[in-house]
């Protein structure tokens, strides 16, 4: 008791000096309550420290203190992933919009606005989102740094999606602060029957908050898809939360390379039958100071619902990956397929891969496994690669690629997944 007592007063004592000075973001009533109880809810629970379970693999210190740490600009010497990819662009300069840069705003099927916006409006149908699904996130787990972020997020999108939207939606952050501090959140609603992809990449910040919201309505369809890379000293904490509807489907990938801290969290609840859930990332760590956590919650809490979690890291020269995925089938969920499936590939004694995968069942009529495995690169891969005159490099750089594949493949939009292995292959050469 008297550990846990001592627990509490460091998490106390750091959120108060967290809080210190900073004041809750203007806006209509029903935001200023949103903000008001976000921030109830950040100085209950403390902001989360290294001796908390969910944190024992990840050190918050970084992600916590008042002053971003100072990260350089990356100078650019390639076009912007998804570059290539006719979709809306909307872009966002150290978490400001930028409206030259960002293409109109309007399209059949879609209703997009900014949340600094949004939030001055009475009446706006994100009143009954934002916040909501963070909220209902935070149980059994608890998740201060998205509670913070709902609190003081000045700015973000937030979509609405009506039909079948005809182009995905493209999040570019740009950064050019190397001190720059950003929150942003989004709030995304997928109507009955709509269809919506939205991608993300850029380097964003020196430290990056990012929450997004995302409800997907019966019959709904949501594809995100974004890239994190390859500025080497990003810190970034990210959070999604989505609740699916029946019949509906929500696919998450996420790309990471280089970067010192990113933490990556998904929170999904199937609440209607037959809903689909597939969460999935690559990532490649090289450095000791490469940390890379995956944390994911899929609770299925209807009958016939499906759920995959695939998570492939590649590591080297002393990084660090972290995943951490649960499966919570509760009472009712008949008919529960659940897969989750977390490897590393070790390029050195150096590194390490860090798994707590769980299951938590209370239905009888389910289908769910987990595993988690890490391992080198294979002898005999590598041997017969190099035999037929493949360089050492090159034949570690093919069976790299081979083991990411998996995670690869569960992107849907063969453009997508291929401009992502290009740019992969591309990122790796560049090293040599």
Not at 193 to 199: E, Q, S
Not at 393 to 418: H, P, S, V, Y
Request: glycine share 6%.
């Amino acid at each position: 008791m008297a550990k846990s007592n001592a627990l509490m007063q460091l998490k106390a004592d750091a959120t108060a000096l967290r809080l210190a000075g900073l004041t809750l973001p203007p806006g209509a009533t029903w935001a200023q309550e949103a903000r008001q109880q976000a921030l109830g809810r950040v100085t209950a629970m403390g902001l989360p420290h290294r001796r908390d379970e969910y944190w024992r693999y990840t050190d918050p210190a970084t992600l916590t203190v008042a002053e971003a740490a100072e990260a350089a600009v990356l100078v650019a010497d390639e076009s912007p992933v998804f570059g290539d990819i006719d979709a809306l662009q909307i872009v966002f300069v150290d978490g400001v919009f930028d409206a030259e840069a960002s293409d109109d705003l309007t399209m059949t099927g879609l209703e997009v606005d900014r949340l600094a916006t949004a939030t001055t409006k009475d009446i706006h149908w994100a009143k009954d989102l934002y916040g909501v699904l963070e909220a209902r996130g935070q149980s059994p787990v608890e998740r201060t740094l998205a509670a913070f972020n709902t609190a003081f997020a000045t700015d973000g999108v937030v979509i609405r999606a009506t039909a079948k939207v005809a182009k995905p939606v493209r999040l570019l952050y740009l950064h050019a602060d190397p001190t720059s501090d950003v929150v942003l959140h989004h709030v995304i609603r997928v109507e009955p029957g709509a269809d919506l992809t939205v991608l993300e990449g850029g380097p964003a910040a020196a430290r990056l908050s990012k929450v997004m919201e995302v409800d997907v309505a019966d019959g709904g369809a949501f594809h995100h898809v974004r890239s994190q890379g390859r500025d080497h000293e990003r810190r970034a904490h990210t959070h999604t939360f989505a609740r699916l509807g029946a019949e509906s489907t929500f696919k998450f990938f996420t790309l990471t390379v280089n970067g010192r801290l990113t933490r990556n969290e998904c929170v999904i609840e199937l609440t209607g039958n037959d809903a689909i859930a597939h969460v999935a990332g690559a990532c490649v760590g090289d450095g000791k100071d490469f940390v890379h956590d995956d944390t994911v919650f899929i609770t299925h809490d209807a009958e016939r619902c499906e759920s995959r979690q695939v998570f492939k890291k590649v590591l080297r020269n002393g990084a660090t990956g972290v995943f951490q995925g649960k499966i919570l089938v509760k009472a009712g969920a008949q008919k529960t397929d659940g897969y989750q499936i977390s490897q590393s590939l070790l390029l050195d004694d150096d590194s390490q891969f860090l798994a707590k995968p769980e299951l938590e069942i209370y239905a009888d009529d389910v289908a769910c496994s987990h595993g988690s495995t890490s391992g080198a690169i294979d002898d005999t891969a590598l041997f017969y690669l190099r035999s037929r005159g493949v360089p050492a490099k090159a034949a570690t750089d093919l069976l790299t690629l081979a083991f990411l594949a998996e995670a690869l493949e569960e992107i849907e939009d063969d453009r997508l997944a291929e401009d992502l292995r290009d740019r992969l292959e591309a990122w790796m050469a560049r090293r040599s």
